[in-house]
């Protein structure tokens, strides 16, 4: 006999009779608020990037997921408007984590439901590019194409093969969106099962009357499916009973912006040497793996606060098990460096 479990509900079965109980597939909620888009765009700002890299760092904890994207609006607009605006913020977060430039570049050419984008959206681009070095821009965001932003597009046209004039033209800026969402660990697997939803301005993080300017509310979540995304969206939200089910489904619900906090392991062996290569797990809620660099170093920079069961894994040595806490918090800029005078034995 196979009895089905439904959340919050009693399960009843026949005594002296074999059962199975059958669970629904685990879902996992990322909420992702914290300046993700300007009023009326679904430009994905850069100071997202943080919370993107941690999406993609859950998701290779569950390679395989099914992914729904949420758009969210606050109330400001008509709830028309709204709809369709967040319909956009959901397919733009979706192309982004795709790597698909064409969905981006239409909004350049000026969609019906979002602000056209222009010199703006290309000066946040060259603020965050070239990745791990000075940008080529850094200048203030204003939106004004002068002297600053033309030698800053001349010199990422040059560095790039492109006609050098300083103009953003369609060229430049399809280079421009390409090695935007090039950054690294911000794109998910090619094949990934990705649906989009927009939900208007229904279902707020944070209640308010209408015409209301609230950031929390200008956001996206991705849920995470095991299986299937179950119930499928509409096509429209119109205050969508699904959204709570969704919610109603999830396992976890991580807030990005709030809930990130990090760990830094420093393995060494009991003559101080720095250990690489050393395979360490961090399981919590969601389990955490990767090796040590050349210094025996680790930081696992984004983990949902909570306590973890560590392990340290080296091959010829029993595993290292050891319990952690790890609170909310950016981490500082760089892991702590192994000691110039290592202990006798490893911590």
Not at 164 to 183: H, N
């Amino acid at each position: 006999m196979t009895v089905e479990y439904k959340p919050k509900q009693p399960v009843s079965v026949p005594i002296g009779k074999q059962s199975t109980v059958e669970l629904p597939p685990r879902a996992f909620r990322l909420r992702l608020a914290c300046m993700l888009f300007d009023v009326d765009k679904v430009f994905l700002l850069p100071g997202a990037m943080h919370d993107i890299r941690v999406l993609k760092t859950i998701y290779d904890q569950h390679p395989g997921v099914k992914v729904l994207v949420t758009g969210h609006c606050d109330t400001q607009a008509p709830k028309d408007y709204n709809q369709y605006l967040s319909d956009e913020r959901a397919e733009s977060i979706a192309a982004f984590l795709q790597d698909d430039v064409d969905v981006w570049l239409k909004h350049y050419q000026g969609t019906p439901h979002s602000k056209t984008w222009g010199t703006k959206e290309d000066q946040y681009m060259l603020k965050t590019l070239p990745e791990g070095q000075p940008p080529y821009y850094a200048g203030e965001v204003d939106g004004v194409a002068g002297p600053g932003t033309q030698a800053a597009i001349k010199r990422f046209q040059q560095e790039h093969g492109l006609k050098e004039d300083g103009f953003a033209g369609p060229d430049t800026r399809r280079a421009l969106v390409k090695d935007y969402m090039a950054l690294d660990g911000t794109t998910l697997p090619a094949g990934t099962e990705i649906q989009k939803h927009g939900c208007g301005e229904y279902h707020l993080a944070v209640p308010t009357a209408d015409e209301v300017d609230e950031q929390k509310n200008r956001r996206v979540e991705v849920f995470f499916f095991e299986k299937e995304i179950t119930p499928p969206p509409r096509a429209q939200c119109n205050d969508c009973p699904e959204y709570d089910q969704w919610v109603e489904a999830t396992h976890e619900t991580i807030n990005l912006c709030e809930d990130a906090g990090w760990l830094d392991v420093l393995v060494m062996d009991a003559g101080g040497t720095p250990v690489k290569n050393a395979k360490v797990f961090a399981e919590g809620t969601l389990t955490f793996v990767d090796f040590t660099n050349d210094q025996g170093q680790l930081r696992f920079p984004a983990l949902p606060p909570g306590p973890y069961d560590c392990r340290v894994v080296v091959d010829g040595v029993d595993p290292c098990k050891f319990p952690v806490t790890v609170t909310a918090g950016s981490p500082p800029a760089a892991p702590p460096s192994v000691p110039s005078d290592p202990p006798a034995t490893a911590p």
